[in-house]
Nanobody
Framework: QVQLVESGGGLVQSGGSLRLSCAAS????????MGWYRQAPGKQRELVAG???????NYADSVKGRFTISRDNAKNTVYLQMNSLKPEDTAVYYC??????????????WGQGTLVTVSS
């Protein structure tokens, strides 16, 4: 069983910063893509940022220039550095990973979610 353990959420004032971490553990052969999604009240879950093994990244237009995704492949960990936070960034943030438990067995795994609240 593969699990994603998140940390770093909390309450921050507008203009402040937070750093989210997500570590994968369990029966893992390899991990391809990792990413962060978020879901605000009454909204659909949306992709915030994604990163693949070679370090290539993509971002939602709403966070470009403010958020940075990175990963440590040796630790099976992905990070999201969030700067210049706005109240509109308030949401539950979910870690996601595409995992191979063996070369021919692929799973999509979600973290439990961590709440980020940005006050004005």
């Amino acid at each position: 069983q593969v699990q994603l353990v998140e940390s770093g959420g909390g309450l921050v004032q507008s203009g402040g910063s937070l750093r989210l971490s997500c570590a994968a553990s369990g029966s893992i052969f390899s991990i391809n893509a990792m990413g962060w999604y978020r879901q605000a009240p009454g909204k659909q879950r949306e992709l915030v940022a994604g990163i693949i093994t070679d370090g290539s990244t993509n971002y939602a237009d709403s966070v470009k220039g403010r958020f940075t995704i990175s990963r440590d492949n040796a630790k099976n960990t992905v990070y999201l550095q969030m700067n210049s936070l706005k109240p509109e960034d308030t949401a539950v943030y979910y870690c996601h990973a595409g995992v191979y438990s063996r070369p021919d067995r692929h799973f999509e795994v979600w973290g439990q979610g961590t709440l980020v609240t940005v006050s004005s």
